[in-house]
């Protein structure tokens, strides 16, 4: 049996899985008004920006990383969406590939 990842059809399952992560990850982030604002600060976007490209795999990823990039938010984050902070971390990594 080959390792998750691995082959294209694993490849495949496994990114609407992060992407899903991911946009949960960008709703909690987005119900904090000064949680939103640093988000936005820090990686340049504006709201209308953030809304076109929300399906790509970069902004998906920005979002992870941003969580990523301070341990207490990415500690609550991943404590409301029930997932372990690997788990969000993981989808970040998959995402950037």
């Known amino acids: 049996m080959?390792?998750?990842?691995?082959?294209?059809?694993?490849d495949q399952?496994?990114?609407p899985e992060a992407a899903v992560l991911s946009l949960a990850a960008l709703g909690w982030l987005l119900?904090?008004?000064d949680r939103a604002q640093r988000f936005m600060?820090?990686?340049?976007?504006?709201?209308?920006?953030?809304?076109?490209?929300v399906g790509t795999k970069a902004?998906?990823?920005?979002?992870?990383?941003?969580l990523a990039g301070y341990e207490?938010?990415?500690?609550?984050a991943a404590e409301?969406?029930?997932v372990a902070p690997e788990e969000?971390?993981?989808?970040?990594?998959?995402?950037?590939q």
Request: glycine share 4%.
């Open 72 to 76: 207490p938010d990415l500690l609550r």
């Open 41 to 53: 600060s820090l990686t340049g976007l504006d709201p209308d920006t953030l809304r076109a490209a």
């Open 88 to 96: 969000l971390i993981a989808a970040m990594e998959e995402l950037k």
């Open 31 to 33: 119900e904090d008004d």
């Open 59 to 66: 902004i998906q990823a920005a979002v992870l990383e941003f």
């Open 2 to 10: 080959s390792a998750i990842g691995s082959s294209p059809e694993n």
């Open 13 to 15: 399952a496994a990114r």
């Open 80 to 82: 409301a969406l029930a």
